[in-house]
């Protein structure tokens, strides 16, 4: 015997299906996008660090094309947009093209024109910040210590920045502990880039005296 609600129940079932179908199949294609938007900043970062800013750039457009996939899969799906993996891709992406920026002496592109969220921005611009320390360190192996200090004041501006981002953990996603992982990597470099200069000033000392 079937209810008075049996065809109600019915078709509460049948359009739930046909609306759950619709976000799995939109998580399905952003999470795909966004894994490959990631493999995509990955690699343009490694391409950064070998000054191959061509190849760079042709990765950052590969990605920035996963991620505009991404983002029309999710058109009247907000709540699988807010998942996390999305924002992951967007915060490498950031980190891709900021890294790309102070490495190669570009101006910073915005979060608008990256098309960004606010934190996501900060967090790429955070990470980029210590991916400065690697550069740094290949600086110094090649004696450009003068560029190594200037990569140091860029790691130490954005620290700096960061800093005053005071806001609740819930608005920013846990930047608070990134900028202290930030902290962490900036002094390391700081103690590299100093005992650099002081080596070299110690050998044209020496050099003088000859």
Do not use: W
């Amino acid at each position: 015997m079937q209810s008075a609600h049996y065809d109600d129940i019915v078709n509460t079932g049948k359009l739930a299906r046909e609306v759950l179908d619709q976000k799995s199949e939109a998580r399905e294609i952003t999470l795909s996008a966004s894994r490959r938007a990631i493999r995509s900043c990955a690699s343009a970062i490694r391409a950064v660090h070998r000054l191959e800013f061509n190849v760079a750039r042709e990765l950052i457009a590969e990605s920035a094309a996963f991620l505009f996939e991404a983002e029309a899969a999710l058109t009247g799906h907000d709540d699988v947009r807010h998942a996390g993996f999305l924002h992951d891709a967007k915060k490498e992406f950031a980190e891709a093209n900021l890294t790309l920026a102070f490495v190669a002496n570009h101006p910073l592109p915005t979060a608008d024109e990256l098309r960004v969220e606010t934190k996501a921005y900060l967090h790429g611009m955070c990470e980029a910040a210590s991916e400065l320390r690697r550069q740094a360190l290949d600086c110094l192996r090649r004696d450009e210590v003068d560029r190594a200090e200037q990569l140091l004041a860029t790691m130490d501006d954005v620290y700096g920045m960061l800093v005053t981002i005071d806001f609740p953990e819930a608005l920013t996603g846990g930047l608070r502990r990134a900028t202290d992982a930030l902290r962490a990597v900036l002094e390391r470099t700081r103690g590299d880039v100093t005992n650099a200069i002081v080596a070299t000033r110690v050998a044209r000392s020496l050099e003088d005296r000859d």
